[in-house]
């Protein structure tokens, strides 16, 4: 069975940070696009980051430019998103996403782009 499982998520003040984990089972991380994707409580979702496992290029949305770093262990089938400097604005359920060949920056952040997806988990910022 293909799964992603995310971890990590949590609660913490504004200025704070949280490391997020995505693990794969079932396939490897070979020539994937693995994005980190966010939603808020009546929001759409919204891509956040991508990195291609291949060629190790990474796509960041605007609004966590410079604050998430994506990362990954490809030994540990395992995508990292490192979230510094969080604010309230960035409160939402986080899921991870794969898709096989990896993609381009016109499709990074496209949700259905990627057909295999985490169940989320859970990121509090308070003020």
């Known amino acids: 069975e293909v799964l992603l499982v995310e971890s990590g998520g949590g609660s913490v003040q504004a200025g704070g940070s949280l490391r997020l984990s995505c693990t794969a089972s079932g396939f490897t991380f070979d020539d994937y696009a693995i994005a980190w994707f966010r939603q808020a409580p009546g929001k759409e979702r919204e891509g956040v980051s991508c990195?291609?496992?291949?060629?190790?290029?990474?796509f960041y949305a605007d609004s966590v430019s410079g604050r998430f770093t994506i990362s990954s262990d490809n030994a540990k089938n395992t995508v990292y998103l490192q979230m510094n400097n969080l604010n309230p604005e960035d409160t939402a359920v986080y899921y991870c996403?794969?898709?096989?060949?990896?993609?381009?920056?016109?499709?990074?952040?496209?949700?259905?782009?990627?057909?295999?997806w985490g169940q989320g988990t859970r990121v509090t910022v308070s003020s």
């Open positions: 990195l291609n496992t291949e060629d190790g290029r990474t």
């Open positions: 996403a794969a898709d096989a060949g990896g993609v381009g920056s016109r499709l990074a952040f496209m949700p259905r782009a990627y057909d295999i």
